[in-house]
């Protein structure tokens, strides 16, 4: 079983600062099937990166992913305050298996 | 625009079953695959199980096997989950997601959301 460690747990930054978010999985995986989301408070998750670096539809360009083999990184360019939330990253492997980590809080210092 | 409404949830106690449903519009729902993902209060996302776009084929987090069922009805437009023998644990926030079309294994769209609390 992969497991997908995030850190940091939480994230103190302010307004207009660059964010950067680790994801590292505890084997390889293939970058295909990397992807991120954003939560905010009472919301579903929406999707914001996949295939480790593509911006799903309607995503800012202040929102970047990398990475490959076992350690991922999403940035934030410059913080907006709609960007304070709770993001997961998330993976497939060939168990037919899709795994989460446990999330990076990102909040307003 | 694509929706996807969970309904079903509520309180149940321990060792009942409950099934959730998942209405889906304005996508051709017989052509994607789709999941169930879970939230216990106040933790981080869990992947609860899928099936595939014809209903061929179905997979399970291991804490559930056995116990949940995940189906689809094409011509409804619906996806379920059938819970049986309910825990405390399964207590949690469910949603249902599809899985997009790029090939990332990844959940483009998302419901609101349905609350099941397992409790005495």
């Known amino acids: 079983e992969i497991v997908l460690t995030q850190s940091p747990g939480t994230l103190s930054l302010s307004p207009g600062e660059r964010a950067t978010l680790s994801c590292r999985a505890s084997?390889?995986?293939?970058?295909?099937?990397l992807n991120w989301y954003q939560q905010k408070p009472g919301q579903a998750p929406r999707l914001l990166i996949y295939?480790?670096?593509s911006r799903a539809t309607g995503i800012p360009d202040r929102f970047s992913g990398s990475g490959s083999g076992t350690d991922f990184t999403l940035t934030i360019s410059r913080l907006e305050p709609e960007d304070f939330a709770v993001y997961y990253c998330q993976q497939y492997d060939d168990s037919l298996t899709w795994t989460f980590g446990q999330g990076t809080k990102v909040e307003i210092k | 625009q694509v929706q996807l409404v969970e309904s079903g949830g509520g309180v149940v106690q321990p060792g009942r079953s409950l099934r959730l449903s998942c209405a889906a519009s304005g996508f051709t729902f017989n052509a994607y695959g789709m999941h169930w993902v879970r939230q216990a209060p106040g933790k981080g996302l869990e992947w609860v199980a899928v099936i595939w776009f014809d209903g061929s084929d179905k997979y399970y987090v291991d804490s559930v096997k056995g116990r949940f069922t995940i189906s689809r009805d094409n011509s409804k437009k619906t996806l379920y989950l059938q819970m049986n023998s309910l825990r405390v644990e399964d207590t949690a926030v469910y949603y249902c997601?599809?899985?997009?079309?790029?090939?990332?294994?990844?959940?483009?769209?998302w419901g609101r959301g349905a609350l099941v609390t397992v409790s005495s």
């Open positions: 997601a599809r899985e997009s079309l790029k090939g990332a294994k990844d959940f483009d769209y």
């Open positions: 295939g480790a670096s």
């Open positions: 084997q390889n995986i293939d970058s295909d099937y």
